[in-house]
Nanobody, 120 residues
Framework: QVQLVESGGGLVQAGGSLRLSCAAS????????MGWFRQAPGKGREFVAG???????YYAESVKGRFTISRDNGKNTVYLQMNSLKPEDTAVYYC??????????????WGQGTQVTVSS
């Protein structure tokens, strides 16, 4: 199993930027697809962005063009650069490792989450 620790959340004004990081550890961490999900109060967990072990990326329509996912395999770290943030991006953001998919059920390992709050 892969252990994941997120960081980089915080409070930002609408239109601002944040970069989330996810440090992975454990055997074969580099071979997993990595994903970012988010969960707003009272809502289900939703897919945000994913990246394969060969750096192919895929995004939810709601963040395409604003968010960028990347990974540094040398550092076993995945990043989510979030630009042009909107109040509706407010949520707890989770990093996950698993199979290439937009589905929560395809990911086996999860971080503890980091809060992102966007003020209007």
């Amino acid at each position: 199993q892969v252990q994941l620790v997120e960081s980089g959340g915080g409070l930002v004004q609408a239109g601002g930027s944040l970069r989330l990081s996810c440090a992975a550890s454990g055997r074969t961490a580099r071979s997993y697809a990595m994903g970012w999900f988010r969960q707003a109060p009272g809502k289900g967990r939703e897919f945000v962005a994913g990246i394969t072990w060969i750096n192919s990326t895929y995004y939810a329509e709601s963040v395409k063009g604003r968010f960028t996912i990347s990974r540094d395999n040398g550092k076993n770290t995945v990043y989510l650069q979030m630009n042009s943030l909107k109040p509706e991006d407010t949520a707890v953001y989770y990093c996950a490792a698993g199979r290439v998919s937009r589905s929560v059920s395809s990911y086996d390992s999860w971080g503890q989450g980091t809060q992102v709050t966007v003020s209007s």
